[in-house]
């Protein structure tokens, strides 16, 4: 088990950028899989992206975010970024990190393929 803490939400302008921060504590975080999801309110907690534990690194975004978000990560300060571009207001949302141990590639857009996860981090688009 890993413990998680994200930063760096807050109030942007639509067109805007943000960069999110998740710090793991605990266990080794590089063999981890991360994952970011957000929860808009009155919605359901949605997939944003993903990457995985290995030095290959296969990552995933969801299509509304591809091309303006990139997940990356720094095992050595087992940390997982999520660089945000061009927001727009319908990424106003609680933005939720997510490890698992050993995700399997085809399941990490799946919010149950991980057992560990942070307190959540508003990030609020303003048009």
């Known amino acids: 088990q890993v413990q998680l803490v994200e930063s760096g939400g807050g109030l942007v302008q639509a067109g805007g950028s943000l960069r999110l921060s998740c710090e793991a504590s605990?266990?080794?975080?590089?063999?981890?899989?991360a994952a970011w999801f957000r929860q808009a309110p009155g919605k359901e907690r949605v997939f944003v992206a993903a990457?995985?534990?290995?030095?290959?690194?296969?990552?995933y975004y969801a299509a509304s975010v591809k091309g303006r978000f990139t997940i990356s990560r720094d095992n050595a300060k087992n940390t997982v970024y999520l660089k945000m571009n061009s927001l727009k207001t319908e990424d106003t949302a609680v933005y939720y990190c997510?490890?698992?141990?050993?995700?399997?590639?085809?399941?990490?857009?799946?919010?149950?393929?991980?057992?560990?996860w942070g307190q959540g981090t508003q990030v609020t688009v303003s048009s």
């Open positions: 605990g266990r080794t975080f590089s063999s981890y899989a």
């Open positions: 990457i995985t534990w290995r030095s290959s690194n296969t990552i």
């Open positions: 997510a490890a698992g141990r050993y995700v399997p590639v085809q399941t990490m857009r799946a919010s149950t393929a991980y057992h560990d």
